[in-house]
């Protein structure tokens, strides 16, 4: 893929262990990468509760960042923080607007990568609609199978938006359907 290119001769490669930010929430967004190994969340703070609320993962094979943000240097919407120990490939807004402006072969990246994101994101709003609880947290499992080993469930139900009690619940039914 063009981007691997692109990241790995005019980027960086950087490895962040669990817990380390890439992008802080209301900070200038600054980087824009693809997740070669681990996971990250994206989180974000209630407005009148301040509680931690998961809006967003990205897995290895998925691009990284506040995309719309970094290009301009605007404030992130979230603050990345890697769940595991990650390898990214990445590289500043400033670098990737540089990019996009080379030729219309790197223009056509900016629509893919526009296109990958909106479509990731729209999954996601449907899901909240044409998926049940259970549902969701099946398809999440699907999406990254070892996610219950990397996350506590509270912020896994922070994700689908359920309670934990609810997400306990669901867990038991799956367990129970299975051993029926």
Not at 33 to 52: H, M, P, Q
Not at 77 to 89: D, G, K
Request: with cysteine.
């Amino acid at each position: 893929m063009i981007w691997n290119c692109y990241a790995t001769s005019e980027g960086q490669s950087v490895e962040y262990q669990k817990g380390e930010w890439m992008e802080c929430e209301g900070d200038p967004a600054q980087w824009f990468g693809f997740v070669a190994e681990g996971c990250f969340k994206y989180v974000t703070r209630g407005l009148s509760d301040d509680r931690e609320h998961i809006t967003w993962f990205s897995f290895a094979g998925e691009f990284v960042g506040d995309y719309p943000a970094c290009l301009d240097g605007s404030p992130s919407q979230t603050t990345i923080e890697a769940m595991l120990p990650s390898r990214v490939l990445m590289v500043s807004g400033e670098q990737l607007m540089s990019l996009f402006r080379q030729n219309k072969e790197m223009m056509e990246l900016r629509g893919i990568i526009s296109d990958h994101l909106l479509s990731q994101a729209r999954a996601r709003y449907l899901d909240f609609h044409r998926a049940t609880a259970r549902e969701r947290y099946e398809l999440l499992l699907h999406r990254c199978p070892g996610i219950v080993e990397h996350l506590p469930l509270n912020a896994i139900s922070s994700f689908l938006c359920i309670t934990p009690q609810m997400l306990s619940k669901v867990r038991k039914d799956i367990t129970f359907r299975v051993r029926q």
